[in-house]
């Protein structure tokens, strides 16, 4: 299952929500999902209903615990069965074209290191971001109330604060991460996180693993473009003036 947070237009309004990405690569509008399937169910008041078991925030899901991931889990599956009979409406999903993704959770309860180090939650940032310095990529963990783990997205720290990307998968990805700078590439197997014990994670927090060792990048030229993708998404972002320096690790 693929999670994120999306803003688009509506006419004079713009919408933000939760959305889960599906297999066929449309975006679902999980609350809105939710309150069809709960009118079709006779529910009374569906839409209040699904803003408290699947609300527009990805948030609030995870403040909600388990049983609020297994509810969003069930929309998931429900929307899927939608899709692939051919007849999800575009009010329910919309162009991809059409959307801002923005960092999978835009505004984390806390943000911080594995070792305890606080980190600026307020200044998270997302998918087309500048850096101010050569990335170091690793993933983050996301709470889940009850102190486990739900998940994880693509992630690096930058500028006292971090970049997610677009997407959390609530599985354990496989295969290697991969960097991108220019015309230099960089790789390194997702297993060397296999076997790190996390801390207890507070409800909607984010949690930035240790980055993963990788060669040294070249110079850079302000405004090089950046790509870190593992098999479950890609960020794309851009150096910024400051970052033209090499890595060193």
Known sequence: MFLGTAVWAEGPLERRALVARLASGRLADLNRIEAI???KLGEGDPEQLAEALVPPSLRRVLEGGARALARVRQTVAYAEKWDRRGTL??????????????PCLPRPSSLRRMDGQSLDRLAVRGP???????PQPCLA????AGGTMAGLCLALEEGGSAVLGAWMTDEWPRG??????GSTRRTAPLRAFEGLELPPLYAGEVMLLPPLKLKPLPDLMAGTEVRLSAGFDQLILRLGAEGVHPTVQ
Do not use: K, N
């Open 176 to 181: 290697s991460l991969e960097l991108r700078a």
């Open 37 to 39: 399937r709960l009118r």
């Open 128 to 134: 087309g971001a500048e850096l101010s310095a050569p």
């Open 89 to 102: 409406p575009e009010t329910l999903s919309p162009p991809l074209e059409a959307v801002d993704l923005l």
């Open 141 to 144: 963990a996301l709470g889940l």
